[in-house]
C-alpha cells in the first residue's frame, strides 16, 4: 500500500502514526544528530502494538505485570520517545523531545534504562535488546509459575533490525527461547532489507524465517505498513505455544525521497525534504506541535491500561499478606531477612573447620545455604555447571516441563547469558547468577557492560580464575580479565581467598541494588586463612590486615584469591628471617578505593616495602596501590604474569612463572636492599 | 553400525582409526587431564578425511596450496595430535604425544598456533575455529583470484562440535560463509548430542541443518563411524557451490561404558576402562605403541600428498619471476618497499598542510596512498563503512561475483569480523584491516585476545574512540576500552593525535609480522599538531616531546590522541602565566614501555609536576607514568573520565566532564602549589 492509500483507507491510524513520524523527524533535526529512518519506517507497527496489544498504563510505569517493550534497535530512539509522549508518561515532555540528545535530557542518543519511565532496558549496542528480552520473557515465566497467573501474565514484546539478527548474541538468545518455548516473547522484524553500509545482501542472504523456525520459533507475516495486517497477525501471536517472530515488511524513511536507503538511516533529513514530508504525510503541522484531536486519540490509548491495571490491583490484594510481601520484596531487590544470620553461621562453621577447597567450591558452599531463603536467586551455567559449581541441591532445573525450576542451562551462550541475566533483573521478581570461566568474560564483555551500565545487581560466577586452572592453556587462563573487570564503572570484581571471604563477596553481591558483581573464583584448593570467626564482613572494605608483622613492619604483601596463601606462605619465611611483614588481603579494589584516607592508610601504611602477589597482569590496577596511597616505586613490587599462560600443571605453572613464596620473599629482600 | 561390524566390515579403517583413538584415551590418562570423547568419536571422520581427501604434505607443513584444516572444537586436542604424529609430522613426536599438557610441549591443552607444525589456528574458545576457518576460505577465493587457480586451489575443513554451533560468533561466521558462497568450506559437524551438562537437548533444540540452510549452505549428512558414507559425503562436499555444512552423528566416547554421556567429555576414562576398551578395539598393544604394520599405513598417508605438491612447485616454477616474488612477500608478510617512501611524502605533504580532520578521515588518507602498492592490504567494515572511513577508492567490493574485490563489507558482525581477520592472515598472502566502533571491542573482545596470543598482524580500525563521538551516548562511548586494549599482552594500541601520528601508526601496523595493532581514531577533527616534517617514525618510541618547555620545565603533560590538542592549549595558557610546560605526546604506551630507561628519562624527566589528559579513565595504564619512572603522587594528576559518558554534542560533553585546557592547566597550578 502506497501513502495516499494507507491515508484514504486508515485516516485515524494514519495521522497518529503520522505523530510518531514527525516527532522523530523533527527531534532528529533539531538535535541535528540521529536516526529517523527506522521510527518512520516502524511507526505503524508500533501505532497498532500500543494501541491494540500493549497492556501497559503510563500512570504507573513499573505496575509488575504490564507487558514488557524492548526497542532492540535502540538507534531509532526517537520511536519510542514518542511513543512514551503521546500515550502520556509524565517525564517524557514535549521539551523532553525537543531536547534530543542533550546535556541532561531523558532523551538520550540510545534509550538508557532509568533515564525515564517506559524505558526497559538499554539498547543499541545491536543484539541486546532482543537477548534482553529473552530474559525478561523467561522471568515472566518463572514468576507465573511462583506466584501465579493472577498477578503475572503478560508478553514481552521486542522492536528488532537487521543488525540485531545478524549480531551472533541474536543466535544464542534465539535458541534459547525456541527452547524453553517462550511463547509469550514476541519479536518483530523491522524487516527494511536496509543496513548502514546498504542493502543487507551485500553482507548478508539469511532466510530469517527460516533460521526462527529452526531454532523451534513460530514465524509469521505481515505488511508492516498495513494496521489490519499488523493487527492479524499480532493477534495470532498472542495464541502461539512457540515464541513468535513476526516479518514485518517495512520501508526505512517511508515516504521521503530516501525511503528504502541507508541514507534514510542515521541522519537528519535536511528542512527541504522535511518540508516535501509534511506535505506527503498531510501533516501541516509546526514542529513539536501534535494537534488536539490526535493527541487526545494518543492519549486515550496510554488510558486504555488503567482499568487492566487496577483489575490486577484487585487479584494482587487478594494474595495473602505474606504472599504480597514476597512480591514486593523480590521486585525491591530486598534480600532475605535471614542472610545475613546465614552468612555469619557458615563463616563461623567455616572457620572452625578450615576446610582446604577451591572457592569455587566455596561458592557452592555458600549457595547451598543462601538459596533456600531466597527463592529469587537464580541460578545457572553457560554449560559448565559442575565446573563454575553453580547448581544447589533445592533449585531444580527450569524447564518448559518445570517452571518452578530455579537453575538454568543457558547453553554454550556466553553472552546469551549475561544478557538474559540481565533481563531477569530488569524484568523484576528475579536476582540471577551465571557461571562460566573467567577468560569468557571476552564472550560475555557486551552484555557484562550494560549490567554496570544500568546499574542491575547480576552476578558473575568466574571460576578458573588464572593460571591456577593448568592443563587447559592460554586460551583458558585469564591474565587480562581482572584488568577488565576492574577497569569497568559501577561493578565490582571480588577475588575471595577462602571460603569465609566466598562468603562476604556473596553476602555483598546478594544485598547489591545497583551495581553487578563478578566473583573471580578458584580452579585449585585453598586452605582457609581466616581461622578467627569475625562477624563482621571485612570484604566489605575491599581490603584488610590478615596478619600482622611481627616485630618492626619492614614490608607489606599485598594479595588477592589464591595468592593470599603465596603471600602467608612467604611471610613466613620473612618473618623467619626477621623481617616483620604485613599481609593484606584484597579481595575487592574497588571497595578498599572507595574507603576513606584514613582506613586506606592504616590498611597500606607509609614506609615498608610493598610487593602485590596476583597471578595476572600489574594492570589489573596494582601500579595505583604499589606506587600510589604514599607509596614509591623504589620499594615497590609486583610478583605475577607479564604475559600469556602456558598449558601444564597448575603447580609447574606458578614455578615456571615465579609466582611462588620464594619469589615473593626474594622480592621483598632486594627491595629492603 | 557397532563396534563388532564395523572392524568386520573395515579392518583396516578401523585400525588406523583405532590409533587414533588409543593415543588420545592412552595421553588423556598418562596426563590425567584432557578430553578423550570427542577424538574417539570423530576417530573415522578423521581418518577418513586424512587418508581420501586432505591435500597436505606433512615434509611441506607451510606449502601455501594445503587444504586448511581446522579443529574448531579444540578441547578433542589429541585428535589433531594422533593425525599429526600418524602421518609423520617430524615434530610431533611419540614423545610429546606422552607429555601431553606438560610444560614445554608441544601438545597443550588446546591445539595452539605456532606450537607445532600443522597446527593451523589456536582454538579451544569454542566457535573460534569455524570462524576463522571461514576467513581462511575467504583467502583461499581471494587469492585464487589474484595469483591463478594453478597455484591456489585448495580446501578448508573444520571439524566443529555443538558448542561451536551454539555460540553466536558461529552465526557470524555461517551468514558470512552462505553469503559469500565460500563452496571451498567444509565444515564436518560432530553431531554427539552431548555437551559438558549433559545431552544438548538440555539447552538447545535447533534443527541445525535447517539453520545451515537458511544461512544458504549446502547440508549433507554422514553415519559418522561408517568409512564408505563419511567418503560419500565428502566427495560430494567437494563438488558443491555454497558452502557444506556435513551432520556427522557420532557417538562421543565410542566404544566405552560413558559412551553417549558427558562422562566422557572431559575427564580420563581410568585404567579399568581402558582395560575393557583395548579389547573392544582388538588393540591389544601397550600405551603409546603403534603396531609397524599401522604406522606404515598412517605413514603412507601422510607420503601421498608430497606428489601433489611437487606438482604445486613445478606449477609455481613456471610463475614468472615477479610473480613468484610477489607471492612469496605477500606469504611472508613483507611489506611494500615503496611503503617507506609513501608514508613519509604523505607525512611531508600533511605537515605543509596541516588539515584539521578527524583521525578516522586520516586513517582513510593514509589507505588512500598504501592501498594501492600494497595488494594483500584486504580493508573491510562491520556495517560502519562510512562512520570508520576503510573503504578506499581502488579496493572494489569483494563478492561472489568480483574475487578480486578487496573491500569486505562483514556485516554487523564484529566478533566474526575479527575471527574472519584472524584467518585470513593464518591463510597466508593477506594484511587485512577491519573497522567498527571502539566500543564494540567488547563484541571482538573473544578473537582480538586470539590476534594478541597467536601473534598475527591483524589490525583493528576502532574509530568513535571516546566521549568525543557525542550524541549517541553512553553505550557508544569507550571508556574503559584503551585499558582493555592495552592490557592484552602482545598487541599494540595506537592513539594517534593528527594525521602525521595516524600515518605513522599505520606504518608500524603494516609492517607488524608478530603483532596485531588496533588503532583507536576520533570521530570529531583534530588539527595537524606535527606541523615539522620528520622523515623518523616518532611512534615507534611510543612517546616523544611535542612541545617543549620555554622557560624553566615546570610541568609535563602526557597526552593522547584527541586530547593532545587539548595538552597544548592547556601548554599555552600555562606558559603565558610563565609556567614552563612540556607536552608529550604518547600515541603508544605498550612501545614507550619497551624503550630504554634513558629514553623514557629523557621524555618523563623527574622533578616536574606530570599531568596526563585523555578521554578514558585512569585505568588505561596512567598510573605507571605519573606515579612511577621517578614520578610522585604528590606531583602528578590526571584529567579524563571518571565513570561513564552521556549523551550530548561532544564539545558540551568534554566541558561537563572536566576535559578542557582550563582544567588541565588548573591541575597543574594546584599541583605546583
Redesign the interface.
Known amino acids: 500500500m502506497d501513502i495516499p492509500a494507507l491515508r484514504e483507507k486508515h485516516p485515524d491510524h494514519w495521522m497518529k502514526a503520522a505523530a510518531i513520524r514527525m516527532l522523530a523527524v523533527d527531534a532528529v533535526q533539531a538535535?541535528n544528530?540521529?536516526h529517523p529512518g527506522m521510527p518512520m519506517g516502524m511507526a505503524d507497527v508500533a501505532t497498532v502494538l500500543f494501541e491494540k496489544h500493549l497492556k501497559f498504563d503510563p500512570s504507573r510505569p513499573d505496575w509488575p505485570d504490564r507487558d514488557r517493550f524492548v526497542l532492540s534497535a535502540?538507534h531509532g530512539s526517537m520511536l519510542i520517545y514518542a511513543l512514551l509522549h503521546l500515550t502520556g508518561y509524565e517525564d517524557m515532555t514535549i521539551e523532553e523531545i525537543k531536547n534530543f540528545?542533550?546535556?541532561?535530557?531523558k532523551t538520550?542518543?540510545?534509550p538508557?534504562y532509568g533515564h525515564a519511565q517506559g524505558i526497559e532496558t538499554?539498547?543499541?549496542?545491536?543484539g541486546q535488546g532482543i537477548s534482553t528480552a529473552v530474559g525478561m520473557a523467561t522471568a515472566e515465566e518463572m514468576l507465573r509459575a511462583r506466584f501465579g497467573k493472577k498477578v503475572q501474565d503478560h508478553y514481552t514484546y521486542v522492536i528488532a533490525g537487521?543488525?540485531c539478527l545478524?549480531?551472533?548474541?541474536?543466535?544464542?538468545a534465539i535458541?534459547?527461547a525456541?527452547?524453553q518455548k517462550l511463547s509469550k516473547l514476541i519479536v518483530l522484524w523491522d524487516n527494511n532489507s536496509i543496513?548502514?553500509?546498504?542493502e543487507v545482501?551485500?553482507?548478508?542472504?539469511?532466510?530469517?524465517r527460516?533460521?526462527f523456525?529452526?531454532?523451534?520459533w513460530q514465524v509469521l507475516a505481515c505488511d508492516g505498513h498495513d494496521p489490519d495486517d499488523i493487527d492479524r497477525v499480532l493477534t495470532e501471536a498472542k495464541k502461539s505455544k512457540k515464541p513468535t517472530m513476526i516479518d514485518c515488511k517495512t520501508h526505512i524513511g517511508f515516504g521521503s525521497s530516501k525511503q528504502d536507503t541507508a541514507k534514510a538511516h542515521g541522519s537528519p533529513l535536511g528542512e527541504d525534504e522535511i518540508v516535501k514530508l509534511r506535505k506527503i504525510y498531510d501533516w501541516p503541522h509546526p514542529a513539536f506541535t501534535i494537534p488536539n484531536e490526535i493527541a487526545s486519540q494518543w492519549k486515550a490509548i496510554g488510558e486504555r491500561g488503567a482499568e487492566d491495571r487496577k483489575a490486577w490491583e484487585g487479584r494482587f490484594a487478594d494474595l495473602s499478606d505474606q504472599r504480597q510481601k514476597e512480591f514486593n520484596r523480590v521486585f525491591n531487590l530486598e534480600p532475605s531477612k535471614k542472610l545475613s544470620a546465614r552468612i555469619k553461621a557458615l563463616k563461623k562453621q567455616i572457620s572452625e573447620e578450615a576446610p582446604k577447597v577451591a572457592t569455587r567450591k566455596s561458592s557452592e558452599m555458600v549457595l547451598e545455604v543462601v538459596n533456600p531463603i531466597m527463592p529469587e536467586n537464580i541460578g545457572g551455567?553457560a554449560?559448565?555447571?559442575?565446573?563454575n559449581n553453580t547448581l544447589t541441591a533445592d533449585l531444580g532445573?527450569f524447564d518448559v516441563k518445570n517452571r518452578k525450576g530455579r537453575y538454568v542451562?543457558?547453553?554454550?551462550?556466553e553472552?546469551?547469558m549475561a544478557a538474559i541475566m540481565n533481563g531477569l533483573v530488569l524484568h523484576g521478581g528475579i536476582r540471577p547468577y551465571g557461571g562460566t570461566f573467567m577468560?569468557?568474560v571476552?564472550?560475555a564483555?557486551?552484555a557484562m557492560?550494560?549490567s554496570?551500565?544500568m546499574g542491575i545487581p547480576v552476578t558473575y560466577v568466574m571460576t578458573h580464575d588464572s593460571i591456577g586452572l593448568?592443563?587447559?592453556?592460554?586460551?583458558?587462563q585469564p591474565?587480562?580479565h581482572l584488568?577488565?573487570c576492574?577497569?569497568?564503572?559501577?561493578s565490582y570484581t571480588f577475588r575471595p581467598c577462602d571460603t569465609i571471604e566466598t562468603a562476604e563477596a556473596w553476602e555483598i553481591a546478594l544485598t547489591s541494588q545497583k551495581t553487578p558483581s563478578v566473583l573471580a573464583l578458584s580452579r585449585q584448593g585453598l586452605p582457609t586463612l581466616r581461622t578467627e570467626h569475625r562477624n563482621s564482613n571485612l570484604v566489605t572494605k575491599g581490603a584488610y590486615v590478615l596478619a600482622e608483622a611481627e616485630g618492626k613492619r619492614q614490608a607489606v604483601l599485598i594479595a588477592t584469591g589464591s595468592e593470599v596463601e603465596i603471600a602467608m606462605k612467604a611471610r613466613d619465611i620473612l618473618q623467619e628471617a626477621g623481617i616483620g611483614t604485613r599481609v593484606v588481603s584484597m579481595p575487592c579494589m574497588e571497595l578498599f578505593a572507595e574507603q576513606d584516607d584514613a582506613y586506606r592508610r592504616k590498611i597500606l601504611p607509609p614506609g615498608p616495602v610493598r610487593v602485590a602477589v596476583e597471578a595476572a597482569?600489574r594492570?589489573?590496577?596494582w601500579?595505583?596501590w604499589l606506587?600510589?596511597?604514599?607509596?614509591?616505586?623504589k620499594k615497590a613490587g609486583f610478583v605475577g604474569m607479564?604475559?600469556?599462560g602456558?598449558?601444564?600443571?597448575a603447580p609447574?605453572?606458578y614455578e615456571?612463572f615465579g609466582i611462588t613464596p620464594e619469589a615473593v620473599a626474594g622480592k621483598v629482600r632486594d627491595l629492603i636492599g
Open positions: 538535535a544528530s540521529g535502540g540528545r542533550q546535556w541532561g535530557a538520550a542518543g540510545h538508557e538499554t539498547t543499541g549496542p545491536l537487521d543488525g545478524m549480531e551472533g548474541i541474536s543466535h544464542e535458541g534459547f525456541g527452547k543496513s548502514i553500509d546498504g545482501t551485500l553482507s548478508d542472504i539469511t532466510d530469517q527460516k533460521r523456525q529452526a531454532a523451534g551455567s554449560d559448565l555447571t559442575g565446573s532445573i542451562h543457558y547453553g554454550i551462550r553472552h546469551g577468560a569468557f571476552d564472550y564483555r557486551g557492560r550494560l554496570s551500565l593448568g592443563e587447559d592453556g592460554p586460551t583458558h591474565v587480562e584488568a577488565i576492574r577497569a569497568t564503572p559501577n597482569l594492570d589489573g590496577g601500579d595505583r606506587l600510589g596511597e604514599r607509596g614509591s616505586e607479564e604475559g600469556f602456558a598449558s601444564a600443571p609447574t605453572l615456571e
